[in-house]
């Protein structure tokens, strides 16, 4: 709710606003307000409201745009003319103001809209010139005002609401595109990060993969295989919007058995993952982390490195930890710009549907992320 009040707090200080002058020109008789005319209030209360608050709401925009500010502040003038004489002419519902105010309505729409206002002008204007012509003939024409008061709400209704209702469907159009812009630039921000995943990884298999084959080892065959099976995964499932668990742990599993081969030193290994793995989720999440174990771990370490990896899922919740040992210089900050990625990733993915927990004590670490899954 605070949030809300603070991205529209210009229509606060609109209400703000538009309650002290409504006091002070109560207070020297500027204004009289009829407390019988529910509708008529309601409407000018609404009009009055927006016309203070959305020029707050859009400072910055009016500022850069002094076209538009232009236009705008002679429509507020001429706006100021016709209530002025509506006042002076004394006249029940005088049809010169109802004029006024309806060129004032469609003006502004279409300064605020243009496009918008364009592609539906023969409708919106078409519309209004019935309305008005059949305003004009109950109020003028027949000469009765007793017939007009029978219909005065349901004309002023009809005058009033087309516009309203044009505001909130351009305001819904204008949101469906945001949502579409933000989703654009969410899967651009997705695309983005997944690339930034290094590839030195590929490179240095790659590099032993050269040696092995020199020295004609049993292991390059299932080198390239392993390597062929990840460069897939991560080429075209990496491209997904989800893929099942199993197969995200597969290829986690293919990573750590590549670099057992890589590493001639002893490496206490230990992955333990559910049997449950008909889930989905996102790809390429846990790669991070994992990574982030051999690259500051294992490559750092003389011995006694280890990496202990655990994936369960209970009651809906998939639940990642994975802990290993380092060496104690190394910086929080060079670790962190992996996981950065990470929770940049989650927070796109999985907003408000995920945990991040880290945990690092001495020469240890330890990353553990819950999400719901799919």
Request: a positive charge.
């Amino acid at each position: 709710m605070i949030k809300f009040l603070k991205k529209y707090k210009a229509f606060v200080y609109g209400l703000l606003i538009h309650r002290i002058l409504v006091i002070i020109l109560l207070r020297f008789d500027f204004i009289h307000i009829d407390n019988s005319s529910v509708l008529a209030n309601t409407l000018s209360f609404i009009f009055s409201w927006l016309l203070i608050s959305l020029p707050i709401q859009y400072f910055s925009f009016l500022k850069q745009n002094k076209a538009i500010s232009l236009k705008l502040v002679a429509l507020f003038f001429i706006f100021l003319a016709i209530i002025i004489n509506d006042i002076n002419s004394k006249i029940i519902d005088n049809p010169i103001t109802f004029a006024g105010l309806i060129f004032i309505g469609i003006s502004f729409f279409s300064i605020i809209a243009p496009s918008y206002f364009k592609k539906h002008a023969l409708i919106i204007i078409g519309f209004y010139i019935l309305a008005f012509g059949y305003f004009y003939y109950i109020r003028i024409y027949i000469d009765d005002i007793n017939r007009y008061f029978q219909q005065e709400k349901e004309i002023k209704i009809i005058l009033v609401a087309p516009f309203f209702v044009m505001l909130l469907m351009w305001s819904y159009q204008q949101w469906k595109w945001f949502k579409i812009i933000k989703s654009e630039k969410s899967k651009a921000e997705l695309s983005l990060l997944k690339s930034q995943i290094n590839p030195h990884f590929f490179f240095n298999t790659l590099n032993n993969l050269y040696g092995l084959v020199i020295e004609k080892s049993d292991d390059a065959p299932n080198v390239v295989l392993k390597l062929s099976d990840m460069m897939r995964y991560t080429i075209y499932m990496g491209k997904e919007d989800l893929v099942s668990l199993k197969d995200e742990i597969a290829y986690l599993k293919n990573y750590i058995e590549l670099h057992k081969i890589r590493y001639q030193k002893k490496v206490d290994i230990v992955f333990n993952h559910s049997q449950d793995a008909g889930y989905q989720i996102a790809p390429l999440l846990f790669i991070i982390p994992l990574e982030n174990a051999f690259k500051h771990g294992v490559e750092r370490l003389t011995e006694n490195a280890f990496i202990h990896i655990n994936i369960n899922v209970d009651k809906g919740i998939i639940d990642f930890d994975i802990e290993n040992n380092f060496e104690e210089p190394e910086t929080s900050k060079t670790i962190g710009i992996g996981v950065d990625n990470l929770k940049q990733r989650l927070e796109l993915l999985y907003p408000n549907k995920h945990k991040i927990q880290i945990e690092i004590k001495d020469d240890l670490y330890k990353l553990t992320v819950k999400i719901e899954a799919v």
